[in-house]
């Protein structure tokens, strides 16, 4: 009897370890994260996880993308010029409660780690700086590169964001409505004779500050059917922005004057430097529009928007059909879900009061 009830003592025993071990390789793979790998902009392999729900967008462009796939009450952190988007602000509300661990210079990684994203996405000089990269590997938080100097760049960064969030589907509608916004503008331009298509000069924030060679601005530029004036010449490299002259606008004398900054428009029209130019004396100096960012911006998720607006701008002879307020009312509706006003679309095309002042 003794030695029945050990052999039973004995079974039991193993029966319950057994189903401990069970048991705890049941808790073991319901806390193990499903992750999935992306190659962002800088060519990095990053693994994130299958299911992101908060998300640090660092870089003022990867929140316009972000929302614009949908996903913009998932933001939980920006960089301090995300904050400064009127628009944005009016389509995700959110957004204005969202830490900000990112003025300029390095992220707080105290002010980061407060917001607990699952990814962060920031811009290119990041890999540079070995103290910042340092903050998002010492909190387990992956990061994604979000860069582009191309129309093929801006695509491929659409399309890697998408992945990221989990809206491929958007990210490859947004990308067939820029390519066929693109074809729609290109079967109009592209019996101009050269010598009769408008040379432009690109104001970028500053009045002598403008767009080089190589650029997403002259892509698009060169889209809608005009020409750089800016591209054929070496420009002054300060940091990470490309400068010419008055003396070298002068000298080239566009015949149109695109600018980006609310003010710079009206400071070219009435300053003497630049009144013999002959788009000041045409009166062809035309502030671009400015919705969720500044249309045509080196880092404008509004691209497909500008190549329309400029073309039309620049020929409108060949694009008498095309209702620019219908166009925007209809993009912002299919890709931010936003019904802009009449009133508001016209403030957004006029490119003014569209952004608060830096403090």
Same mark, same amino acid.
């Given at each position: ?12 025993? !193993? ?60 933001? !939980?952190?920006?960089?301090?010029? %995300?904050?400064? +988007? ?13 830490? *900000? ?15 607990? &994203? ?6 290119? @000089? ?26 093929? @760049? ?12 989990? =809206? ?29 298509? %408008? ?7 500053? =009045?002598?500050?403008?767009? &080089?060679?190589?650029?997403?601005? *002259?892509?698009?530029?060169?889209? =809608? ?9 070496? %420009? ?19 015949? !149109? ?7 710079? +428009? ?31 911006? &080196?880092?404008?998720?509004?691209? &497909? %928007? ?16 095309? @209702? ?17 006003? @009449? ?17």
């Amino acid at each position: 009897m003794r030695k029945l009830a050990l052999i039973l003592m004995i079974l039991l025993l !193993v029966q319950f370890v057994g189903g401990c071990v069970q048991n705890t390789g049941m808790e073991s793979s319901e806390i193990q994260i499903e992750t999935i790998k992306v190659i962002d902009s800088d060519g990095r392999e990053v693994e994130v996880p299958k299911e992101v729900e908060r998300i640090a967008t660092l870089f003022s462009v990867s929140g316009h993308v972000v929302t614009l796939l949908g996903k913009g009450e998932n933001i !939980v952190a920006v960089g301090g010029g %995300l904050q400064r +988007d009127l628009l944005l602000l009016e389509i995700c509300p959110t957004i204005k409660d969202a830490y *900000v661990p990112k003025v300029s210079g390095d992220v707080n990684g105290e002010e980061l780690a407060k917001s607990r &994203p699952d990814v962060a996405l920031v811009d290119r @000089d990041i890999v540079s700086s070995r103290g910042e990269t340092e903050v998002y590997d010492k909190l387990g938080i992956p990061y994604l590169v979000v860069d582009f100097n191309s129309i093929e @760049d801006q695509q491929n960064m659409v399309s890697m964001v998408g992945k990221v969030v989990g =809206a491929e589907e958007k990210a490859a509608e947004y990308i067939q409505y820029y390519n066929e916004s693109i074809e729609m503008v290109y079967d109009r331009v592209k019996n101009i004779p050269e010598d009769n298509k %408008l040379r432009v000069y690109h104001s970028t924030k500053e =009045a002598t500050r403008t767009t &080089p060679a190589g650029s997403l601005p *002259v892509e698009w530029l060169k889209k =809608a059917g005009g020409i750089s004036v800016s591209a054929t010449q070496d %420009l002054r490299l300060v940091g990470n922005n490309h400068y010419t002259t008055i003396e070298q606008i002068l000298l080239w004398d566009p015949d !149109v004057i695109f600018v980006n900054d609310d003010g710079i +428009d009206e400071y070219i029209m009435n300053h003497d430097h630049w009144k013999n130019l002959k788009a000041v004396q045409e009166e062809k100096v035309y502030l671009l529009p400015n919705g969720v960012s500044r249309w045509g911006h &080196p880092n404008s998720i509004e691209t &497909p %928007l500008v190549i329309i607006w400029a073309a039309k701008t620049l020929y409108p002879d060949y694009f008498q059909d095309i @209702d620019m307020v219908d166009v925007t009312k209809k993009f912002y509706n299919n890709f931010f879900n936003y019904h802009l006003t @009449d009133e508001q679309v016209q403030q957004l095309l006029s490119g003014k009061n569209m952004r608060t002042q830096k403090e």
